[in-house]
């Protein structure tokens, strides 16, 4: 594999997804669409095709993947399931939540997966093709974002072939994705803790109205999700925030009244600006203002989320 060539492009039929699912069987990497973005899937049984996916984005191995399963019972057979998490499983799978949990001795994951840690972070996602890719693949498969490692995600699939090329083997075109944020990333602590790792679509009121228990804050040693790490998601330009107005040189992203070069929601709907949100930021990346300045976004609900991937993409 390499930058320079292209990946297999397939669409989202079944005879375009047995093809992916037959390559991901043999090892390869296969870029998939979830409701959240675009994942570089992999087999997370296997030492080789793991290590790929480290490869293929540039990733430090120090950064574990989350691993997608087609259903509760499949996901039991590899973590612990307290009475928390099968709550949170009930509440919010098939869907954009992570758990981090406690990982089963003997779990057939490959060690690179979790980094060395001894949890492992889990999802059931909802996108019906990435549901079918691995109900048919017939094994969990690791799926970080599919994207070089720090840049921004992508929530389309040019996004992905023009940060991934040829480090790709497929790319399973299935238009834009819904949400366009990274899900949310909840640890459950054996001490009975629980921290959202990574702010997302699901918001810590809705975790924490299902827990009936508030999260507890994460302190400085705890960090140990790289979408915590203060610079992540970066355009690879500078970028400027709380901008109601835009100089001459910044392309300027736009939110309700703040019209912007483009706007992520001109009716101020966050749902909306989530989902635009990694496809303006690679606009900006692309337009030839040498800087990006970003409109203010309210800080509620999935707005959270969102200042969170923009203050870490200005850092
Ligand atoms: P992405 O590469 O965008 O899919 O991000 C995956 C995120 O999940 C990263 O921030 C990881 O650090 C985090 N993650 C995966 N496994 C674990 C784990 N066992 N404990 C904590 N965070 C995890
Ligand atoms: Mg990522």
Redesign the pocket.
Same mark, same amino acid.
């Given at each position: 594999m390499d930058h320079a060539s292209r990946p297999v492009m397939l669409q989202d039929g079944p005879e375009d997804i047995s093809a992916a699912a037959d390559l991901l069987r043999a090892g390869k990497l296969v870029a998939v669409p979830t409701e959240t973005v675009y994942g570089l899937a992999a087999r997370a049984d296997r030492d080789e095709s793991v290590a790929a996916i480290y490869r293929a984005k540039g990733r430090p191995s120090f950064?574990? =993947?989350?691993v997608h399963v087609p259903d509760l019972a499949s996901a039991q057979a590899l973590a612990r399931f307290d009475e928390r998490a099968l709550q949170l499983a009930a509440a919010f799978w098939p869907g954009a939540l992570?758990m981090?949990l406690p990982l089963r001795d003997g779990a057939a994951i490959a060690p690179a997966v979790?980094a060395g840690?001894p949890?492992?972070?889990l999802r059931c996602p909802a996108h019906p093709v990435m549901r079918a890719v691995i109900a048919q693949a017939g094994l969990p498969l690791a799926a970080?974002?599919a994207n070089r490692s720090g840049g921004v995600?992508p929530t389309d699939a040019a996004h992905v072939v023009a940060s991934l090329g040829g480090n790709v083997d497929a790319v399973i075109d299935g238009g834009a994705c819904e949400a366009g944020l990274?899900s949310t990333?909840v640890?459950l602590r054996e001490d009975g803790r629980w921290q959202v =790792?990574?702010p997302g679509p699901i918001t810590e009121a809705r975790i924490a109205a299902v827990l009936g228990t508030p999260s507890e804050p994460v302190t400085s040693h705890e960090i140990?999700?790289?979408?915590q790490l203060a610079s992540h998601y970066a355009p690879g330009k500078p970028v400027r925030l709380d901008a109601a107005q835009a100089e001459p040189d910044e392309f300027h992203i736009g939110f309700g009244a703040v019209t912007g070069d483009a706007t992520l929601s001109a009716t101020g709907d966050l749902a909306e600006a989530a989902a635009r949100l990694y496809s303006l930021l690679h606009a900006g990346a692309a337009a030839p203002h040498p800087r990006i300045a970003v409109a203010p976004i309210p800080d509620s609900d999935i707005g959270t989320a969102i200042n969170d991937r923009l203050r870490r993409a200005a850092a």
């Amino acid at each position: 594999m390499d930058h320079a060539s292209r990946p297999v492009m397939l669409q989202d039929g079944p005879e375009d997804i047995s093809a992916a699912a037959d390559l991901l069987r043999a090892g390869k990497l296969v870029a998939v669409p979830t409701e959240t973005v675009y994942g570089l899937a992999a087999r997370a049984d296997r030492d080789e095709s793991v290590a790929a996916i480290y490869r293929a984005k540039g990733r430090p191995s120090f950064n574990p =993947l989350i691993v997608h399963v087609p259903d509760l019972a499949s996901a039991q057979a590899l973590a612990r399931f307290d009475e928390r998490a099968l709550q949170l499983a009930a509440a919010f799978w098939p869907g954009a939540l992570t758990m981090v949990l406690p990982l089963r001795d003997g779990a057939a994951i490959a060690p690179a997966v979790t980094a060395g840690l001894p949890t492992l972070a889990l999802r059931c996602p909802a996108h019906p093709v990435m549901r079918a890719v691995i109900a048919q693949a017939g094994l969990p498969l690791a799926a970080p974002s599919a994207n070089r490692s720090g840049g921004v995600s992508p929530t389309d699939a040019a996004h992905v072939v023009a940060s991934l090329g040829g480090n790709v083997d497929a790319v399973i075109d299935g238009g834009a994705c819904e949400a366009g944020l990274e899900s949310t990333i909840v640890a459950l602590r054996e001490d009975g803790r629980w921290q959202v =790792l990574r702010p997302g679509p699901i918001t810590e009121a809705r975790i924490a109205a299902v827990l009936g228990t508030p999260s507890e804050p994460v302190t400085s040693h705890e960090i140990e999700a790289p979408g915590q790490l203060a610079s992540h998601y970066a355009p690879g330009k500078p970028v400027r925030l709380d901008a109601a107005q835009a100089e001459p040189d910044e392309f300027h992203i736009g939110f309700g009244a703040v019209t912007g070069d483009a706007t992520l929601s001109a009716t101020g709907d966050l749902a909306e600006a989530a989902a635009r949100l990694y496809s303006l930021l690679h606009a900006g990346a692309a337009a030839p203002h040498p800087r990006i300045a970003v409109a203010p976004i309210p800080d509620s609900d999935i707005g959270t989320a969102i200042n969170d991937r923009l203050r870490r993409a200005a850092a």
